[in-house]
């Protein structure tokens, strides 16, 4: 079963600093990844992904993800972080399986970017 | 605005009643998900819809039970509501099944008391 895990429920980082919001995944087959970001009282938004093809993906807001096969893990990354973008990200696997299909969520990073 | 319509917003129920959360999807989206959101779980997959047919069932309990529509809306009936039933349920569509992401409405907050 595809499954995806958020090491750290939180992360403090300075505004300013580089900031990496940590995700990884075990699946038996290629995976699809995502980044998800949720504001207060919101829905989620969509960041990036990965489908296919080069290992680093860019996204909306600045953020960046790495796709590592060999460390089967797909971290969030952003040079400078603002106070904006405090809030709870979630990382997500899609699995493309013969007959089954859903978009499973990691439990969440809440990162909090210190003023 | 993700263009995903979700109501309520807001419910407050009491236990062993039943309601309904209704979604509107994108335009064009053929895809439907619902997802429930609570402190303590997470946010866990309930079942994905796509054009009419159940796709994929995650943890959705069988109290639970959900439809999408020719028109492609989405109804999700939650019966015999229970105090721990209390989360914020979204749902979610997207153009196609796989590989493409999905958008988010603002979701429904039940509260069962």
């Known amino acids: 079963a595809q499954s995806v895990a958020q090491p750290e429920d939180q992360v403090n980082v300075a505004e300013g600093n580089p900031l990496t919001v940590k995700c990884t995944y075990s699946v038996s087959g290629n995976p699809y990844l995502f980044w998800y970001v949720q504001y207060p009282n919101r829905g989620l938004q969509f960041l990036l992904k990965?489908?296919?093809?080069?290992?680093l993906v860019k996204g909306s807001y600045g953020f960046e993800a790495e796709f590592n096969k060999s460390q089967t893990s797909f971290h969030l990354k952003k040079p400078s972080a603002l106070v904006s973008d405090s809030a709870l990200y979630f990382c997500?696997?899609?699995?493309?399986?013969?007959?089954?299909?859903?978009?499973?969520f990691g439990k969440g990073t809440k990162l909090s970017v210190i003023p | 605005d993700s263009g995903v319509t979700q109501t309520p917003k807001h419910l407050i129920t009491a236990t062993g009643q039943r309601v309904t959360l209704r979604c509107s999807p994108r335009s064009g989206d053929l895809s439907v998900y619902w997802y429930q959101q609570s402190l303590d779980q997470g946010l866990q997959f309930l079942i994905q819809?796509?054009?009419?047919?159940?796709?994929a069932k995650g943890n959705i309990l069988e109290r639970f039970s959900a439809q999408q529509f020719p028109d492609l809306h989405s109804e999700l009936n939650l019966s015999s509501l229970e105090l721990g039933d209390s989360a914020l349920y979204f749902c979610?569509?997207?153009?196609?099944?796989?590989?493409?992401?999905?958008?988010f409405g603002q979701g429904t907050r039940l509260t069962v008391v």
């Open positions: 819809y796509y054009n009419g047919e159940e796709r």
């Open positions: 990965y489908i296919t093809g080069d290992n």
């Open positions: 979610a569509s997207s153009r196609i099944w796989e590989g493409t992401e999905a958008f």
């Open positions: 997500a696997i899609e699995y493309s399986g013969a007959g089954s299909y859903q978009l499973t």
